[in-house]
């Protein structure tokens, strides 16, 4: 399952469409989606652009179809309810994914806060949180978030 965990990450940090995949408990995608889930509530609202922002992430980077990807946000949101703090998930991410693979994944992440706009203080504070919990550099945040302005 990890063989094909990594094959889907890779097949997305490339750009290519993997195949779409059932989704686990312990699978790193859930982790990843609640690291995301978390970033869209930071600012107090979950707007349904968020939603749909992060739906379509997951059919896209992540190997789900639309079923499957309302399926991994509701594991993710439990897991997220059910988590004491945000290392659980970044450690997992840290452990399954490569500096490549991260740094996409602070794409997706720019991409769910930059949603609605506007980047409240909370939100700031917790993408550079989460970046170092991720073990990228400020650089390495701030290239993102370039990626995404031009």
């Known amino acids: 399952m990890l063989d094909a965990l990594r094959r889907l990450v890779r097949d997305s940090v490339q750009g ?3 195949e779409h995949t059932p989704v686990y408990t312990h699978d790193v995608r859930v982790a990843a989606c609640a690291l995301l889930l978390e970033l869209a509530h930071a600012d107090g609202e979950f707007s349904a652009a968020e939603r749909e922002r992060i739906l379509d992430i997951l059919q896209r980077h992540f190997g789900v179809d639309a079923a499957g990807a309302e399926a991994l946000m509701g594991v993710a949101a ?3 309810r059910d988590a004491v703090d945000d290392f659980v998930f970044t450690r997992q ?11 996409v994944l602070a794409e997706l992440m720019w991409q769910v806060v930059l949603t609605d706009g506007v980047m409240a203080e909370r939100e700031s504070y917790l993408i550079r949180k989460l970046a170092n919990l ?8 701030s290239e993102a978030r370039k990626k995404l302005d031009g």
């Open 93 to 103: 991410v840290v452990k399954e994914y490569d500096l490549a693979q991260r740094l």
């Open 78 to 80: 439990s897991a997220a």
């Open 134 to 141: 991720l073990q990228l550099e400020p650089a390495f945040l």
């Open 16 to 18: 290519s469409v993997p």
